[in-house]
């Protein structure tokens, strides 16, 4: 059954959970637009863009953030899927990628709840927060919480 498959993978390759307490129904449209991907002129970043879309994770979000460090970050509505960032290594990289260390996927992780605490109200933001403390998914603090 494929949405068996899709729920194991879902666990095994994510880079983050995303807290979406109490968010907003408009939320991911307004933070798509925030951080759009139609801000990308640089050919790297526009190569990486096309990889993030053919992933066969397919993303149903793509976030670009144009500060340091610049990066194209696919989610679902849950979870960070993949990312593009070429000062980490080239390519699209998922939770089980080497090149990701643990303090990237928290440094991804929470630079997207980060966005997304705009539009939850105040309980999913304490909660939110709470969260951004935790360990890096399958880290080894992460089993040991």
Not at 112 to 121: E, S, T
């Amino acid at each position: 059954m494929l949405s068996g498959c899709y729920g194991a993978n879902s666990e095994t390759s994510q880079i983050g959970d995303l807290n979406s307490k109490c968010l907003a129904d408009y939320a991911w449209d307004s933070i798509c637009k925030e951080y759009t991907t139609a801000k990308i002129t640089d050919s790297v970043f526009i190569n990486g863009l096309s990889d993030v879309k053919a992933h066969f994770m397919k993303p149903k979000y793509i976030l670009y953030f144009d500060n340091d460090p610049k990066e194209i970050i696919g989610c679902d509505y849950y979870s960070i899927r993949v990312v593009y960032n070429p000062k980490i290594d080239d390519g699209v990289f998922d939770g089980l990628s080497p090149q990701l260390n643990d303090d990237d996927q928290v440094r991804i992780r929470n630079r997207v709840q980060n966005a997304l605490m705009k539009y939850q109200c105040a309980e999913g933001k304490l909660e939110a927060q709470e969260r951004m403390k935790e360990p890096a998914l399958f880290s080894k603090e992460y089993y040991d919480k």
